[in-house]
């Protein structure tokens, strides 16, 4: 049977930085492509269609998601938009699935709105998410703070930009901290080894 893993950036990235990401996971067997579509200022939802119609491109009977920071929220809005999708297993890379303290910092100073954008303002206050109950989710936080996250995410446990405890879920399947941070993480060849072993197996241990 063949896999597919869609790795998603985060909202504002280009999809370069998945790139080593991408390679490691090939040389595992998977089919492995790179959602480019994910800009500043669209809405979840527009950049939710526009995953949903690069899924339907895929002719894998099993798809897995693999997404870094904000962009794991196009993933839930995919997942809520198109519920009936073939997803078996989503990998969350530093995704603030309970709210965004960094985010919610730059939304109260002047312009900071606008700085967010669409898509992230929407998120900075989350704790309404759920998952779809068919699909297996795993979250790898981050826990080194490189000096940012002592303004952003002060007495808090961070990877510079994400708090350990947004990275949270009632309902996740599996989730483990790692000593790296927001961006080191898709570089990390110990977060791949965990990535390959939740896409395999629906847990990190």
């Not at 597919?4 to 991408?22: K, M, R």
């Not at 995953?51 to 839930?76: C, D, N, P, Q, R």
């Not at 700085?115 to 779809?132: H, I, K």
Request: charged share 15%.
């Amino acid at each position: 049977m063949i896999e597919t893993v869609v790795l998603v950036p985060g909202i504002g990235f280009g999809g370069s930085e998945l790139f080593f990401l991408a390679r490691c996971l090939r040389q595992h067997g998977y089919v492995v492509k790179i959602f480019w579509k994910n800009p500043w200022r669209c809405s979840l939802s527009t950049s939710a269609d526009k995953l949903y119609s690069m899924l339907m491109t895929s002719k894998s009977e099993k798809i897995h998601l693999v997404a870094h920071s904000l962009g794991g929220f196009v993933v839930l809005q995919l997942l809520q938009d198109y519920p009936h999708l073939p997803v078996k297993r989503i990998v969350f890379l530093g995704v603030p699935i309970s709210g965004c303290l960094a985010a919610q910092r730059v939304s109260r100073i002047p312009g900071g709105r606008w700085l967010l954008g669409q898509a992230l303002g929407s998120v900075c206050w989350n704790s309404s998410l759920s998952f779809p109950p068919k699909v297996e989710v795993g979250a790898i936080a981050g826990k080194l703070n490189l000096l940012l996250g002592f303004l952003l995410c002060p007495r808090k446990q961070n990877d510079t930009l994400v708090c350990v405890e947004e990275t949270q879920h009632p309902d996740l399947r599996s989730s483990c901290v790692l000593l790296v941070s927001h961006t080191s993480m898709l570089f990390s060849k110990q977060v791949i080894k965990y990535v390959k072993h939740f896409l395999d197996r629906g847990t990190f241990i």
